[in-house]
């Protein structure tokens, strides 16, 4: 299973992109540590990891403290190692976290029902499981994350793009990618 992995830091001097290689990552908290050696006086740490085109994974840290996970389906952690590594912790007991409480997502149907016909089609199948609300106060609102991982068609890429445009890190990520 292929996989890409951005360590997105903000610093005193604004926001760097580093690739990580997680292949040999032992847990959640090595990976988390790995992310807190980008820059220890970060004050908003992030990676994303897109797997397979088809799975997403975010990670953040605040002042390299209170790790808090997303993952775009839980089925990533049944599909590979690198899933099961991440967002593993959030299936304990054999229970899944569900990215939204049933009533907070039924106050997003009636919110955005009167746009659905403008929505692009959403993916049933999806499972997004986590910390949904870990990106809303750089500007990407639960209910938004939520949205660009069941959108029908876009890649796990096309979703870290969007996020990385709204929180003022795109182009650090696409030189990335373009490396």
Request: glycine share 6%; net charge negative; charged share 30%.
């Given at each position: 299973?292929?996989?890409?992995?951005?360590?997105v830091?903000?610093g005193?001097?604004?926001?760097?992109a580093?690739e990580?290689?997680?292949?040999?990552?032992?847990?959640?908290?090595?990976?988390?540590?790995?992310?807190?050696?980008?820059?220890?006086?970060?004050?908003?740490?992030?990676?994303?990891?897109?797997s397979?085109?088809?799975?997403?994974?975010?990670?953040?840290?605040?002042?390299?403290?209170?790790?808090?996970?997303?993952?775009?389906d839980?089925?990533?952690?049944d599909?590979?190692?690198?899933g099961?590594?991440?967002?593993?912790?959030?299936?304990?007991?054999?229970?899944?976290?569900?990215a939204?409480?049933?009533?907070?997502?039924d106050?997003?149907?009636?919110?955005?029902?009167?746009?659905?016909?403008?929505?692009?089609?959403?993916?049933?199948?999806?499972?997004?499981?986590?910390?949904?609300?870990?990106?809303?106060?750089?500007?990407?609102?639960?209910?938004?994350?939520?949205?660009?991982?069941?959108?029908?068609?876009?890649?796990?890429?096309?979703?870290?793009a969007?996020?990385?445009?709204?929180?003022?890190?795109?182009?650090?990520?696409?030189?990335?990618?373009?490396?």
């Amino acid at each position: 299973m292929s996989h890409f992995a951005a360590a997105v830091v903000r610093g005193r001097s604004g926001w760097t992109a580093t690739e990580l290689d997680l292949s040999d990552a032992a847990d959640v908290e090595d990976v988390a540590d790995r992310l807190r050696d980008v820059d220890l006086s970060a004050s908003v740490s992030l990676l994303f990891v897109e797997s397979d085109d088809s799975y997403l994974a975010v990670m953040r840290l605040d002042d390299g403290e209170d790790l808090r996970v997303f993952g775009s389906d839980s089925a990533f952690v049944d599909e590979s190692r690198l899933g099961k590594l991440l967002l593993g912790d959030l299936t304990l007991g054999g229970t899944i976290e569900p990215a939204l409480e049933p009533t907070d997502a039924d106050d997003f149907a009636e919110d955005t029902e009167t746009e659905e016909e403008e929505r692009p089609a959403a993916d049933p199948t999806v499972n997004p499981i986590g910390d949904a609300d870990l990106l809303a106060d750089l500007g990407v609102s639960a209910h938004h994350l939520l949205e660009l991982c069941a959108t029908d068609g876009l890649m796990p890429a096309d979703v870290t793009a969007e996020i990385t445009q709204i929180i003022g890190c795109a182009d650090e990520v696409e030189e990335l990618r373009e490396a």
